[in-house]
């Protein structure tokens, strides 16, 4: 397994690499640039848009590479009316005619049929390429899965949440199968704090918490949400290490478990 080698993103056919990067925590236009050039191509618009990551993607579009980049846009709107305003206004500050990816976030339960039919009519109408769904409810996606209605599931996992292992991964296996992006690696930074450490254990780095979850096969992205350009570097190391091997990933859920068990 080569984490600087692209990956079929489940049944949308698309070519991604191994990390994606989140616009809302502040990183500038050059982080988001760097990242694409190592191959970073799967860009999550979501609910806080700071300008790095709208600048980066225009600036990637303007040397017509338009094509090589996949812009994710979230919503958490529960109104079908809203849905379709937010999504434009997104597009529009982006200068895009098209989103590849309309993410609805998240839910526990499966979407309202009026959210269903206002974002297929938008994918219909081109707005978007592929629809994908975020939750928290591990066993909401294998019922997704036999309804066939999305694309891409982004779903939570980290050393410290690692019931997607059982509940969810082993629904998501075989070809047409939605694609798997995970998030919240870090556990929200606590996977990354000292005072969390089990005694004598070393504070992992952000890129050993990536590592942990792109070894396991069935995730095809694991997010990043960088505030800076010395972060985002620290996160694209994990394309380089690559897997965690027996002795790190025993080092890794000891750690999680440890997390876990005192939060």
């Given amino acids: 397994m080569n984490f600087n080698e692209p990956k079929t993103l489940g049944r949308t056919g698309l070519k991604v690499g191994r990390l994606g990067v989140g616009s809302s925590y502040g990183a500038p236009a050059e982080a988001f640039e760097e990242a694409f050039e190592r191959g970073c191509n799967y860009f999550y618009w979501g609910s806080t848009r700071k300008t790095g990551m709208g600048e980066a993607i225009k600036n990637i579009c303007r040397k017509g590479k338009r094509d090589e980049l996949i812009v994710v846009v979230q919503s958490y709107s529960r109104s079908a ?78 050393a410290a949440h690692r019931g997607a292992e059982t509940e969810t991964f082993p629904h998501l296996v075989g070809e047409g199968t939605p694609g798997v992006v995970s998030y919240t690696a870090t556990r929200w930074g606590q996977l990354l704090r000292e005072k969390n450490m089990p005694q004598q254990e070393v504070v992992p780095a952000a890129s050993d918490c990536y590592r942990f979850a792109l070894s396991h096969p069935a995730v095809d992205i694991c997010m990043t949400g960088p505030k800076d350009l010395v972060q985002m570097r620290q996160a694209l190391k994990a394309l380089d290490l690559g897997p965690l091997n027996e002795e790190e990933m025993a080092r890794m859920r000891r750690i999680g478990d440890h997390v876990r068990g005192a939060k």
């Fill in 81 to 158: 009316f809203l849905l379709e305003v937010f999504s434009r206004r997104a597009l529009k500050r982006l200068d895009l005619d098209y989103g590849d990816v309309l993410l609805l976030g998240w839910y526990r339960k499966k979407p309202p049929q009026r959210i269903l039919d206002r974002a297929i009519a938008m994918k219909e109408k081109g707005m978007f390429r592929f629809l994908a769904i975020s939750s928290h409810n591990r066993s909401l996606f294998p019922k997704l899965v036999r309804e066939n209605l999305f694309d891409i599931f982004h779903i939570r996992y980290s």
